[in-house]
């Protein structure tokens, strides 16, 4: 029989173990879960090598991930102390991202489950931000508010049950944690850009008067970071031009208030009209102290229940993953041995 139609007759447990597998960019993550409890979180990441260069440069990030892509994994299991024997399906993120980066995981993860005949689980990237929330509350169940906000997806999601939701808005351009990214290189910080962006805030205040994308349109839920962007370039540029000093602390500090207020308004907004009361907040952004002080004080006000994930499950982490592998697991939906990575998959 095939390892396809094998895989498919498997009985379903309550709380399997599952590895989760993740190389979307530039960390290489590997992860043991039973149920909804995390054994084990591990990251081994090449950000370093591309401070020099500003950014993620993809051909470095592959290399890394396939020189650490086998000892994450065994380190994971190590500090799990389980045995590969002991894992009932492997988890692993087959898109968005870096393709050749996506690659290496994908390719390791089929390779493990076919040798172990376990199934192997596809995990879209963003699902798996969102399913950190059920990591940091045990207890949470859908309908709720999720507002999503990471370098490459920025939306506010109504999660009417574990495998659908409804996107209320998104990004019409940048996605927040990419427009974090590009001021940050216009302040001539290092990369990443969005933690630095939050650290040089601290010392500033907001005296700039920067957009706040569609702030006359009351009934829409998208977002635009492409004018504040420009907004922020534009000021530093006629600063410079016109040989008057300005304070980086104070760009970054306005900036900042400028990106998360409206996340904050819109996210509140959507907890309202949808008659929820709780909300989850996910993705890389979710780790900045800002954002996360805001809507914590709008969530008090308003008897709001508020999921925050630690800040180490915001950013890219396998454990987000092998938990939405979790919530597939129990559909059997498994992947055959032809998965490939996908750099671009929908929201």
Do not use: W
């Not at 024997?85 to 489950?113: M, N, Q, R």
């Amino acid at each position: 029989m095939k390892y396809y139609e094998k895989i498919k007759q498997l009985n379903i447990k309550e709380n399997p173990i599952i590895l989760g597998i993740e190389s979307s960019c530039d960390e290489t993550c590997a992860s043991v879960i039973c149920g909804r409890e995390i054994i084990s979180n591990e990251i081994m990441s090449s950000a370093s090598e591309h401070v020099k260069f500003g950014g993620v440069v993809p051909e470095i990030a592959s290399r890394a991930h396939t020189e650490a892509i086998s000892k994450v994994c065994e380190l994971a299991l190590q500090k799990a102390e389980k045995k590969l024997s002991e894992i009932d399906a492997i988890a692993v993120t087959y898109g968005a991202g870096l393709l050749g980066a996506l690659l290496v995981g994908v390719s390791y993860a089929k390779a493990l489950a076919f040798s172990l005949n376990i199934p192997i689980i596809p995990v879209n990237h963003i699902r798996g931000h969102i399913a950190a929330a059920y990591l940091q509350d045990k207890e949470l169940q859908p309908p709720y508010i999720c507002l999503l906000a990471s370098g490459g997806h920025t939306a506010v999601l109504n999660v009417k049950d574990y495998y659908n939701y409804d996107v209320l808005g998104q990004t019409v351009d940048d996605a927040a944690g990419e427009a974090f990214d590009k001021v940050a290189r216009i302040l001539k910080l290092e990369y990443p850009g969005g933690p630095n962006i939050e650290k040089l805030a601290k010392n500033g205040a907001n005296n700039i008067v920067l957009p706040k994308m569609f702030s006359n349109d009351k009934k829409t839920y998208n977002f635009s970071y492409s004018g504040l962007k420009t907004a922020v370039i534009n000021y530093c540029h006629n600063m410079d031009e016109k040989g008057q000093e300005y304070n980086k602390a104070d760009v970054a500090y306005s900036f900042q208030k400028s990106a998360t207020d409206v996340l904050i308004e819109r996210t509140m907004r959507a907890v309202k009209e949808c008659s929820v009361k709780t909300v989850a907040v996910c993705g890389g952004v979710a780790a900045n102290g800002f954002l996360r002080d805001g809507i914590l004080k709008e969530c008090i006000k308003n008897n709001i229940k508020l999921i925050l994930p630690e800040r180490k499950f915001c950013t890219d982490n396998a454990s987000m993953i092998a938990m939405e592998g979790l919530l597939q697991y129990k559909i059997k939906n498994f992947a055959d041995i032809s998965l490939n990575a996908k750099a671009s998959i929908t929201l």
